[in-house]
């Protein structure tokens, strides 16, 4: 009977492992790669993936900005807001991550590569 629960434990501790090393470097990525506020400057905004392209849109002017492209897929944009504090409305409003376009633009290029 100890094999099982030890066994048991060895999973379980693996998995929150797993689970707080994924947070870390989520929270490392969201802090470390928000572009300095500058307005009038583009930024990709990365929703949910399971956010459509009207909900997305419909984010995007809600936290101020005027959306000037899709990023490849629907739940990524590229907008423009006239003021500094337009990635704290943009996180309020759903976002998981606020972005310079070329790091979306590289890893769509990466992608694409990867494919051919």
Do not use: H
Not at 65 to 74: A, E, I, K
Not at 101 to 112: D, G, H, K, V, Y
Request: aromatic share 8%.
């Amino acid at each position: 009977m100890q094999v099982p629960i030890r066994r048991l434990r060895s999973i379980v501790e693996a998995a929150l492992l797993t689970a707080f090393s994924l947070a870390a470097l989520a929270a490392t990525v969201r802090v470390t790669l928000v572009p300095p506020p500058s307005p009038g400057r583009p930024v990709a905004i990365v929703f949910a993936p399971w956010t459509d392209a009207a909900s997305a849109l419909k984010r995007v002017a809600d936290a101020g900005g005027r959306l000037v492209s899709y990023g490849g897929m629907p739940f990524v944009t590229v907008a423009i807001a006239d003021d500094a504090n337009y990635a704290e409305r943009a996180f309020a409003a759903g976002a998981w991550f606020v972005l310079d376009p070329a790091i979306i633009e590289a890893c769509l290029r990466a992608s694409e590569a990867s494919r051919s």
